[in-house]
C-alpha cells in the first residue's frame, strides 16, 4: 500500500493533512457559529456556508492559471500565508454588529484566496511526482493515500471543535443546549454569547494547524523539490521527455473531456455537502443527542482514530513478506483494538452529543475504508477487469442516491421544518446519520480521489494547474448549489428536499454512464 512510492507524496498529505485539520475545525461549527452569533435562519446560514464553499472551490481556478504561469510551490507558500491571515482575522472577537460581519466576510475571504492558491496546486505536485514512468502506474493509489491522509486532519476536527466550545461554555457556567430559550430562558442571550466565542476559538486552531503544514511542507521541500515545475520551465530546461507534446486535436479533445466530467460532478458535490448544512440541522432538529450503549463508541474520536489505525496494521498482517513482520502487525492490530474498547468502557453511559460531531463520521470512514477500496479495484485489476476514473465516479452518484435513500426511510413520519419552526423532534437514532454518513463515504471514495488522479493524468501538460483548478471550480459550483436544501428547509416537506438530491444523484450517474465510451475515445 505504501510500499514503492515517492517519498515527496508523504510529505505533501501531512502538509495538507494540517491545513485541513484547521479548515474543517472551522467548518464543523460555521453555520452554527453563524446562527448563534447574528441570530440567522437556517436558511442564511446555509446561503453564507454555501457561499464561502463555492468560493473555497472556485478560487484554485484563478490559483491554477497563476501557478501554470510564476510556479506551483511559489503559490503553495503565497496560499499558506494568505489562510493565516484570514483564520486570524475570524479568530478576532467581535460584537454581533455590522462591523462583525465585514470581519467575517474579510476573513472569510482571505481563507478563500488562500485555499485557491495552495489546494490545486499542491495536488497538481503530486500528480507530477507520478509523471516520472518508474511511478506513472501508481497513480490511482497514490491519491487515494492523498485523499485519506486529508481525512485524518478532517477527522479529529469536529471533536477539536466540540472540546474547545464545551470548554469555554464551562467556564462561562453554561452546558451546550440545541434550543437556547427553552433551556436557558432568560439567560439564552448570555448562552449564545458565550457559544459563538467558544466557537470563535475554533479559527485559532486553524491557524495553529497552517504553522505545522507551513513547516512539513519547508522541511521536506528537497523530497519533491523536482516536481516543482511547470511544462514552460521543463521545456526551457530542455528536459527532453518530461514534457508530452500534444497536438492541437489531442488537447482540444482531453480538455472537453474533462469539462464532461466537470459537469457531471457538480451534482454530487451539490448532495455530498450537505454536511455542513441540511444534514447537521437534521442532526440538530431531529436526532436524539443523549446517546447510550455500544453507539457511543462512534462518538468517541480516539477509539475511532485507534479502529482505523488497526484497519492499515491489519492488512500490514498479510502484505508483510516475512513472518516476523507479520506476527508484530498483528500484535500492535490487537493492542490498537484494545485501546479502543478500554477508551469506550471509560465514557459515561449516556453521553451528550452535539450536532457537529457527525460530521467526524464521513472522514473516519474515508481513512478507514480506503485500504479496502484500493485492495478491492486492485484484485479487479489482476483479473484484468480494470474500471476507470470515469466509470468509478458513475458508480459513486448510485451509491450516493442511495445514501440519501437512508435518510428518507429515516424522515417518514416526522414533521416538517416548517411545521416545526424554532423546536426540536429530537426522536431518532443517531444510527440513521452515521448510516447515511458510511454511504455517502463509499460514493466519495469511488468518486473523489479517482476524479483528481483522472485530472492530473489527462491534462494536457501547460494546463496543469488551471485543468485541476477546473476540478475545484465545478466542486464549486456544486457546493454553491448545495444551499437549495437550506433555502427549501422551512419551506417543503423533508422528505422533498432528500428526494431533489436523490434524483440529481441518478440523472448524473446516468449522463456518465452514458459518456464512457466516448471519454474513453477523447482521452487515449
Same mark, same amino acid.
Given at each position: 500500500?505504501?510500499?514503492?512510492?515517492?517519498?515527496?507524496?508523504?510529505?505533501?498529505?501531512?502538509?495538507?493533512?494540517?491545513?485541513?485539520?484547521?479548515?474543517?475545525?472551522?467548518?464543523?461549527?460555521?453555520?452554527?457559529?453563524?446562527?448563534?452569533?447574528?441570530?440567522?435562519?437556517?436558511?442564511?446560514?446555509?446561503?453564507?456556508?454555501?457561499i464561502f464553499l463555492a468560493i473555497v472551490y472556485f478560487s484554485p481556478l484563478l490559483g491554477g492559471f497563476v501557478a501554470d504561469k510564476i510556479g506551483y510551490g511559489?503559490?503553495?507558500?503565497?496560499?499558506?500565508?494568505?489562510?493565516?491571515?484570514?483564520?486570524?482575522?475570524?479568530?478576532?472577537?467581535?460584537?454581533?454588529?455590522?462591523?462583525?460581519?465585514?470581519?467575517?466576510?474579510?476573513?472569510?475571504?482571505?481563507?478563500?484566496?488562500?485555499?485557491?492558491?495552495?489546494?490545486?496546486?499542491?495536488?497538481?505536485?503530486v500528480g507530477n511526482l507520478y509523471d516520472d514512468p518508474k511511478y506513472e502506474d501508481r497513480r490511482d493509489a497514490a491519491f487515494s493515500l492523498f485523499y485519506m491522509?486529508?481525512?485524518?486532519?478532517?477527522?479529529?476536527?469536529?471533536?477539536?471543535?466540540?472540546?474547545?466550545?464545551?470548554?469555554?461554555?464551562?467556564?462561562?457556567?453554561?452546558?451546550?443546549?440545541?434550543?437556547?430559550?427553552?433551556?436557558?430562558?432568560?439567560?439564552?442571550?448570555q448562552y449564545l454569547e458565550a457559544l459563538y466565542n467558544g466557537y470563535g476559538l475554533c479559527f485559532g486552531v486553524a491557524c495553529a494547524s497552517l504553522v505545522l503544514?507551513?513547516?512539513?511542507?519547508?522541511?521536506?521541500?528537497?523530497?519533491?523539490?523536482?516536481?516543482?515545475?511547470?511544462?514552460?520551465?521543463?521545456? /526551457?530546461?530542455? %528536459?527532453? @521527455?518530461? *514534457? !508530452?507534446?500534444?497536438? =492541437?486535436?489531442?488537447?482540444?479533445?482531453?480538455?472537453? &473531456?474533462? +469539462?464532461?466530467?466537470?459537469?457531471?460532478?457538480?451534482?454530487?458535490?451539490?448532495?455530498?455537502?450537505?454536511?455542513?448544512?441540511?444534514?447537521?440541522?437534521?442532526?440538530?432538529?431531529?436526532?436524539?443527542?443523549?446517546?447510550?450503549?455500544?453507539?457511543?463508541?462512534?462518538?468517541?474520536?480516539?477509539?475511532?482514530?485507534?479502529?482505523?489505525?488497526?484497519?492499515?496494521?491489519?492488512?500490514?498482517?498479510?502484505?508483510?513478506?516475512?513472518?516476523?513482520?507479520?506476527?508484530?502487525?498483528?500484535?500492535?492490530?490487537?493492542?490498537?483494538?484494545?485501546?479502543?474498547?478500554?477508551?469506550?468502557?471509560?465514557?459515561?453511559?449516556?453521553?451528550?452529543?452535539?450536532?457537529?460531531?457527525?460530521?467526524?463520521?464521513?472522514?473516519?470512514?474515508?481513512?478507514?475504508?480506503?485500504?479496502?477500496?484500493?485492495?478491492?479495484?486492485? /484484485?479487479?485489476? %489482476?483479473? @484484468?477487469? *480494470? !474500471?476507470?476514473?470515469? =466509470?468509478?465516479?458513475?458508480?459513486?452518484?448510485?451509491? &450516493?442516491? +442511495?445514501?440519501?435513500?437512508?435518510?428518507?426511510?429515516?424522515?417518514?413520519?416526522?414533521?416538517?421544518?416548517?411545521?416545526?419552526?424554532?423546536?426540536?423532534?429530537?426522536?431518532?437514532?443517531?444510527?440513521?446519520?452515521?448510516?447515511?454518513?458510511?454511504?455517502?463515504?463509499?460514493?466519495?471514495?469511488?468518486?473523489?480521489?479517482?476524479?483528481?488522479?483522472?485530472?492530473?493524468?489527462?491534462?494536457?501538460?501547460?494546463?496543469?494547474?488551471?485543468?485541476?483548478?477546473?476540478?475545484?471550480?465545478?466542486?464549486?459550483?456544486?457546493?454553491?448549489?448545495?444551499?437549495?436544501?437550506?433555502?427549501?428547509?422551512?419551506?417543503?416537506?423533508?422528505?422533498?428536499?432528500?428526494?431533489?438530491?436523490?434524483?440529481?444523484?441518478?440523472?448524473?450517474?446516468?449522463?456518465?454512464?452514458?459518456?464512457?465510451?466516448?471519454?474513453?475515445?477523447?482521452?487515449?
Open positions: 500500500m505504501f510500499k514503492n512510492q515517492p517519498k515527496g507524496l508523504f510529505a505533501l498529505a501531512l502538509a495538507n493533512t494540517g491545513e485541513r485539520f484547521g479548515y474543517y475545525t472551522m467548518l464543523a461549527i460555521f453555520t452554527l457559529f453563524m446562527q448563534a452569533k447574528f441570530g440567522w435562519s437556517e436558511s442564511d446560514a446555509g446561503h453564507v456556508y454555501a511559489r503559490c503553495v507558500v503565497i496560499g499558506i500565508t494568505t489562510m493565516f491571515l484570514g483564520y486570524l482575522a475570524l479568530a478576532i472577537p467581535t460584537m454581533p454588529d455590522l462591523t462583525g460581519k465585514l470581519v467575517m466576510f474579510g476573513g472569510l475571504g482571505l481563507v478563500s484566496l488562500g485555499t485557491g492558491l495552495f489546494k490545486g496546486n499542491l495536488q497538481v505536485l491522509a486529508i481525512n485524518i486532519g478532517a477527522m479529529f476536527a469536529p471533536s477539536m471543535a466540540k472540546w474547545i466550545t464545551n470548554m469555554y461554555l464551562g467556564r462561562a457556567g453554561f452546558k451546550y443546549a440545541a434550543d437556547a430559550v427553552a433551556t436557558y430562558g432568560d439567560q439564552a442571550p503544514s507551513a513547516l512539513i511542507y519547508f522541511a521536506c521541500r528537497s523530497w519533491f523539490k523536482h516536481a516543482d515545475v511547470t511544462a514552460k520551465q521543463v521545456k /526551457a530546461a530542455d %528536459k527532453k @521527455g518530461e *514534457v !508530452v507534446e500534444l497536438t =492541437a486535436k489531442q488537447t482540444k479533445d482531453r480538455i472537453i &473531456a474533462l +469539462l464532461l466530467v466537470f459537469g457531471v460532478v457538480i451534482f454530487f458535490w451539490m448532495a455530498f455537502h450537505q454536511n455542513g448544512s441540511a444534514l447537521t440541522f437534521f442532526a440538530k432538529k431531529y436526532t436524539n443527542l443523549t446517546v447510550g450503549g455500544p453507539m457511543r463508541f462512534g462518538f468517541n474520536i480516539f477509539s475511532l482514530a485507534l479502529v482505523a489505525a488497526s484497519v492499515y496494521t491489519g492488512f500490514a498482517v498479510f502484505q508483510a513478506k516475512e513472518i516476523r513482520n507479520r506476527i508484530i502487525c498483528g500484535l500492535i492490530t490487537l493492542v490498537l483494538w484494545a485501546g479502543a474498547i478500554f477508551l469506550f468502557w471509560r465514557m459515561a453511559d449516556p453521553i451528550e452529543a452535539q450536532p457537529s460531531d457527525f460530521q467526524q463520521f464521513n472522514p473516519f470512514f474515508v481513512v478507514a475504508l480506503t485500504p479496502f477500496s484500493m485492495a478491492f479495484f486492485a /484484485a479487479l485489476e %489482476k483479473r @484484468g477487469k *480494470v !474500471v476507470s476514473a470515469p =466509470a468509478r465516479i458513475a458508480w459513486g452518484m448510485l451509491v &450516493a442516491a +442511495l445514501g440519501f435513500g437512508i435518510i428518507t426511510m429515516a424522515s417518514f413520519g416526522l414533521t416538517s421544518p416548517m411545521d416545526l419552526g424554532e423546536g426540536t423532534q429530537s426522536i431518532l437514532s443517531p444510527g440513521w446519520l452515521i448510516s447515511t454518513y458510511f454511504t455517502l463515504t463509499i460514493a466519495e471514495l469511488l468518486l473523489s480521489p479517482m476524479g483528481i488522479s483522472f485530472v492530473s493524468k489527462v491534462a494536457p501538460p501547460k494546463y496543469k494547474g488551471l485543468m485541476m483548478g477546473g476540478w475545484f471550480a465545478a466542486t464549486a459550483i456544486g457546493n454553491y448549489l448545495s444551499r437549495i436544501p437550506s433555502a427549501l428547509w422551512n419551506k417543503i416537506p423533508l422528505m422533498y428536499n432528500w428526494a431533489i438530491l436523490i434524483a440529481l444523484c441518478l440523472v448524473s450517474a446516468i449522463i456518465m454512464f452514458a459518456l464512457l465510451k466516448k471519454l474513453k475515445q477523447m482521452t487515449e
